[in-house]
């Protein structure tokens, strides 16, 4: 499956942005999507996840209350809802996907197989 991640842009601290992340190839259907970001300087870091049967979802606890990852009805797309930014939210954000991860593993990078280019997101103050 490919991933194409979207919806990046420039906004001001306390506004909303809604990325974006289309699969090709096939659905969104088992296992595990996911959202990290790498802001400059630092290591990627997880931001979310929807376990793709049953419809879990994780977060962590920085984004917890603002951010919402979805999935569409087609399961072509996952959705990530980010309001109320904040600058230290300042990253490129990318999607992921796995359809073998476990539970324990899934707010490591190394759980998934299948990553999204990356999008950018800048918050101002």
């Known amino acids: 499956v490919q991933l194409q991640a979207s919806g990046g842009g420039v906004v001001q601290a306390g506004h909303s942005l809604r990325l974006s992340c289309a699969a090709s190839?096939?659905?969104?259907?088992?296992?595990?999507a996911a959202w990290f970001r790498q802001a400059p300087g630092k290591e990627r870091e997880f931001v979310a996840a929807l376990r793709l049967n049953g419809g879990h979802t994780y977060y962590a606890d920085s984004v917890k209350g603002r951010f919402t990852i979805s999935r569409d009805g087609a399961k072509n797309t996952v959705f990530l809802q980010m309001n109320s930014l904040k600058p230290e939210d300042t990253a490129v954000y990318y999607c992921?996907?796995?359809?073998?991860?476990?539970?324990?593993?899934?707010?490591?990078?190394?759980?998934?197989?299948?990553w999204g280019q990356g999008t950018q997101v800048t918050v101002s103050s």
């Open positions: 992921a996907e796995s359809r073998s991860a476990i539970l324990s593993s899934i707010r490591s990078e190394r759980a998934y197989a299948n």
């Open positions: 190839g096939r659905t969104f259907s088992s296992g595990y």
